[in-house]
């Protein structure tokens, strides 16, 4: 038995619950009398909704096809060697559960050697490799066809990427060496770092043809047999590849420097991962592959025994698999359809709403507001995103005429919302004027009809409380900008049915949309922790810290931007009302900082200007500041600012706002993009024993977003 045949042994043991991949070897006979060929399949035996993946038997079995075509080349009997994979899928990569099982560094070593040594071996065959990537290629699926001679792809390939660092770790079987050596420095950091670090951005296949990690494209609908074909001019020699010489210069250090510096915008060296990656392409320059595997092994197994990753992991499967069976939702069967949607308001929120809802449903959207020059304008937002969607090609001109024929806009709520079946409000503010627009609404909406609320803090009780059917009221709290954050806050209020909140959850998978039950709290989730978050970080600030020094002091964290940046994105005048709000409510918790009211009352949009093109503290919002003299370290403040917010999750989790931490974490990645290397935050909380300094005890129990005990 050879030493890679029990290494996979030996992990297969450790993870009894794989869903294994065949390689099923066929063989073939090629145009233009090229001879004999060994195909290679890679299928787990499931339709393309099952991904194949790379666990330690499913590498075994790759192991044994190459066996029978490693002898069949040494004999002659075949002239190449193709692999592919079922319809759709390529293959996506290791199989994460498997890792999430492995709590010793050689165990994880093992993982590492076990794909290189398998993988390599179709470099050092007999006779040519080809690689026919037919669809979804990630990670190591990438990465097997790096390993052979030539490669084809698909143009209708959907997804194609190094996904690693994006979740904590780095492309371990041969990317980081491999890649850089075929398409040069520059644009493998791109792949790797870039792609990754930018919400695991996917390439289509034209663009990996243009990288210059496809050698030749094909049509989607032959294209398995036009890469035959190909394959046979080149075993002909009709066909030859060219590939561009890889500047092993200063270009190529000057590509790290570059990865390097978006890490360094992304993570703020808060994550490794990024940084491993980035050292083993600066040593792959001189083209040593096999130091270059022996880097990636070693940079496998000490960030599969890390946090980092397995937080990642638990993000991943956060936004993959509790999203998809949101936790507490009622029956989906009790959900009435939605045939018809009214949206109250025509403002820019409300407008957004619309066009989604009708992008989504494709049923008819009627909008309404106080007078007609802003119903038409809403309705004129709405025809102007579809024309920008047909200008894209995103959708042809019948689906043009069709989505613009399904909007309107009326003054009469009667006329508009007579027949309607789920009605969202987007108007100001304030609780009494929802109030009235929701007895306004019930007063001519049908009885069935679900009156939603698009509230970021008011109560969703207090709201429906005038109402005849204070059942049918819903909290449907979207994230700004509408059309790319994915999550939805659905709140319960107290007298919400079932039959309501079912059918909000209904509406909500129709839009595509990440939901999540929320309790009617104040602010509900991620609005709540934000604020708690940014109210100590103005505290801070107040009490006399420079903005610099309290803005630095969470770079730690990798947030998408600073506390400022992002109270400037949010709008300062929201985030003092929603302060207001929750200052109300826990007033021993959350404070009013008057610079920010001052910052708001001097119609201030932020605190910076940015005409150097860097932010800048404003000089006119310096003037306005007033601190006192207490001045606090980087360190000092962050420890102040997380204590504060893993007291808020603890005392929320006590309340019941949501039903687990793993909610809340959902929340934040994909209703504040809080990182997802991270996790969200209370694996970090947990990594840096914040939770137990404040709370007591850990948010998650050991082995959910760490390494098992």
């Known amino acids: 038995m050879s030493s890679t045949t029990e290494l996979l042994k030996g992990a297969a043991e450790l993870f009894p619950g794989e869903v294994v991949t065949q390689a099923h070897v066929r063989h073939l006979d ?101 690689a026919y990537y037919n669809g979804a290629a990630m990670g190591g699926g990438v990465e097997v066809g790096l390993h052979c001679t030539y490669r084809t792809v698909s143009k209708a390939l959907p997804a194609f990427s190094l996904p690693e660092v994006f979740l904590g770790l780095v492309p371990g079987w041969g990317g980081c060496a491999l890649l850089p050596n075929l398409i040069g ?125 397995r937080s990642g992991i638990y993000a991943f499967n956060l936004v993959q698999k509790r999203a998809k069976r949101p936790a507490g939702a009622p029956d989906k069967n009790l959900a009435r359809p939605v045939t018809k949607v009214g949206v109250v308001g ?73 027949d309607a079946d789920f009605i969202i409000e987007a108007v100001f503010e304030e609780i009494g004027v929802k109030q009235q627009v929701f007895a306004e609404v019930e007063a001519v909406a049908p009885a069935h009809a679900i009156l939603a609320t698009n ?17 049918r009221v819903v909290g449907f709290h979207f994230f700004n900008p509408v059309a790319i954050l994915p999550l939805l806050e659905i709140v319960r209020g107290e007298q919400t049915d079932d039959a309501s909140l079912a059918t909000a959850f209904g509406v909500a998978r129709k839009l595509k949309k990440t939901a999540v039950l929320v309790k009617d709290a104040p602010a509900f989730v991620v609005n709540r922790i934000l604020t708690r978050f940014m ?4 505290n801070v600030i107040d009490e006399g810290t420079p903005v610099e020094v309290a803005e630095k002091a969470v770079e730690p964290l990798g947030l998408p931007m600073s506390p400022l940046v992002l109270l400037e994105l949010v709008g300062p005048a929201i985030g003092l009302h929603v302060s207001e709000t929750l200052n109300r409510s826990f007033p021993e918790r959350f404070t009013v900082s008057q610079n920010l009211a001052a910052v708001v009352k001097a119609g201030k949009r932020g605190f910076y200007v940015y005409d150097s093109g860097a932010p800048v503290l404003d000089p006119e919002v310096a003037a306005l500041l007033k601190q006192g003299d207490t001045v606090l370290t980087e360190e000092q403040t962050r420890d102040r600012v997380l204590d504060a917010v893993a007291q808020e999750i603890g005392l929320m989790l006590d309340e019941g706002v949501v039903a687990e931490a793993q909610d809340i974490d959902l929340c934040l990645i994909t209703g504040a993009g809080w990182p997802f290397h991270l996790g969200g935050i209370t694996p970090y909380l947990d990594r840096e024993g ?7 005890k850990p948010f998650l129990a050991q082995g959910v977003a760490s390494v098992p005990a």
């Open 30 to 130: 090629l145009p233009f009398g090229a001879g004999r060929f060994a195909l290679i399949t890679l299928d787990n035996g499931l339709d393309h909704t099952k991904p194949t993946t790379f666990g330690p038997q499913s590498l075994a079995n790759l192991n044994a096809a190459i066996d029978q075509v490693e002898q069949e080349a040494a004999d002659g009997t075949i002239t190449g060697i193709g692999i592919t994979g079922k319809p759709f899928i390529f293959a996506v990569g290791a199989d994460l559960k498997g890792v999430e099982l492995l709590s010793r560094h050689e165990d994880a070593l093992a993982i590492g050697k076990g794909g290189h040594d398998v993988f390599r071996r179709l470099s050092g065959l007999a006779v040519p490799t080809f």
């Open 185 to 309: 420095a520059d644009r493998a950091v791109s792949v790797i770092i870039e792609n990754s670090l930018n919400q695991n951005r996917q390439l289509k296949g034209k663009q990996v043809f243009e990288l210059g990690i496809a050698d030749a494209i094909f049509e989607g609908a032959d294209f398995l047999e036009q890469s035959l074909v190909w394959t046979a001019n080149v075993l002909k020699g009709s066909v030859t590849v060219d590939r561009a010489e890889v500047d092993r210069g200063d270009a190529w250090d000057a590509a790290v420097a570059r990865g390097r510096a978006i890490a360094d915008s992304k993570v703020h060296g808060a994550a490794p991962a990024a940084y491993r990656a980035l050292d083993i392409i600066a040593a792959a320059k001189d083209g040593d592959l096999s130091a270059g595997f022996d880097a990636e092994d070693q940079a496998l197994a000490d960030l599969i025994m890390g946090g980092e990753l």
């Open 346 to 418: 025509a403002g820019l929120m409300a407008s957004q709403l619309a066009l989604l809802f009708l992008r989504r449903l494709e049923v008819p959207v009627v909008l309404t507001d106080i007078d007609q020059e802003r119903v038409d304008k809403g309705v004129g937002y709405v025809h102007a995103e579809i024309e920008k969607l047909l200008g894209k090609g995103r959708i042809n001109q019948d689906k043009a005429n069709r989505l613009k024929g399904l909007v309107s806009g009326v003054l009469d709520k009667a006329e508009g919302f007579a």
């Open 455 to 471: 509230t970021s803090s008011l109560s969703v009780t207090e709201m429906a409380s005038k109402l005849k059917n204070p059942e």
């Open 535 to 538: 109210g100590e970080i103005q």
């Open 690 to 696: 914040v939770s137990q300094r404040v709370n007591g």
